[in-house]
């Protein structure tokens, strides 16, 4: 196992982070309905051929499902994802997202993959999960919705099976293959949400309704988050996909940093409210992380 995969995970989250800001934005002021996100997101997948050239493989057919079903997972989690967001607030749905993720990662590549994580790696693992909850957990006034916590739980499932079945792909042929033909599941689940009227017009109103401004700042989300997941799936493809997600708390840091300066700077545009007691949580929250990041370079 290349130790390569921990800065290519850091910097596919470092673009992340910037992704999620703006996504952020998108999502409250341009795409309204979590199916029109999630199909756009999906249906770029058949981009991936361009790869074919650089070693694309024929699968089995059980190899070839695993990966078909390991992309539907992708879209689809986005879907429950962004359904919860709107259903409560993002700072609630993030620490669940930043445990349960890691949590069925790890659960999943045992029984799937039979990874098995050292001690020092599991201690990271631990130390990394706790940072990633913490940094991303605010206390708010208000009732939890139990429809929220139960899209955002599936929305976790589904990330951690998207994960772990894509790591899978890659052991059974190799990164241009495994990216081809999970990304084939993607546009297969962007495909299926057509099937629903309502569902329809949600997807095809939302480009006649964005400004194009709007539409440059979608578009450019998605090149770099195009970018940011190459990285993520080629750090999973070398390394432990255990421990890539666990290292998601790295891109709540650098979304805390990115936050703040622009609040800071342009608070018109984004105002975060920092207090000293929530300070000294993101502070606990990225020594926790660091810690975490160290135990994974010894």
């Not at 999630?38 to 074919?52: D, K, M, S």
């Not at 991303?136 to 099976?161: D, N, Y």
């Not at 290292?247 to 207090?275: N, R």
Request: aromatic share 16%; glycine share 8%.
């Amino acid at each position: 196992m290349s130790s390569l995969y921990i800065p290519l995970a850091i910097g596919a989250y470092v673009l992340l982070a910037f992704n999620g800001i703006a996504d952020k934005f998108l999502l409250s002021k341009v795409v309204r309905h979590p199916i029109a996100y999630a199909f756009y997101t999906g249906i770029t997948g058949p981009l991936t051929w361009v790869l074919a050239p650089f070693g694309l493989k024929f699968l089995s057919g059980q190899d070839f499902l695993v990966a078909i079903i390991g992309g539907i997972c992708f879209p689809v989690a986005l879907y429950f994802f962004d359904t919860a967001i709107q259903q409560t607030s993002i700072s609630r749905i993030l620490p669940i997202e930043g445990g349960l993720v890691p949590i069925f990662t790890l659960l999943f590549a045992f029984l799937f993959l039979g990874e098995r994580l050292t001690n020092l790696q599991f201690l990271a693992f631990v130390f990394l999960v706790l940072g990633a909850v913490l940094i991303s957990l605010k206390f708010e006034r208000g009732q939890w919705h139990a429809k929220a916590f139960g899209h955002a739980t599936i929305a976790a499932v589904l990330f951690a099976l998207c994960f772990t079945l894509t790591k899978y792909t890659f052991d059974h042929s190799n990164f241009v293959s495994g990216l081809i033909w999970t990304r084939l599941g993607f546009f297969v689940a962007s495909l299926a949400f057509l099937i629903p009227r309502q569902w329809r017009t949600y997807i095809f109103e939302t480009p006649k309704k964005t400004s194009n401004p709007n539409k440059i700042l979608y578009y450019s989300t998605r090149i770099t988050g195009a970018v940011a997941g190459l990285m993520q799936n080629y750090a999973i493809a070398i390394g432990s996909v255990t421990i890539v997600n666990a290292m998601q708390g790295t891109q709540y840091v650098f979304l805390l940093i990115a936050t703040s300066l622009l609040s800071f700077y342009f608070p018109k545009i984004l105002k975060e409210k920092i207090t000293g007691k929530i300070l000294t949580q993101k502070i606990i929250a990225i020594f926790l992380v660091g810690i975490g990041l160290t135990l994974l370079a010894l």
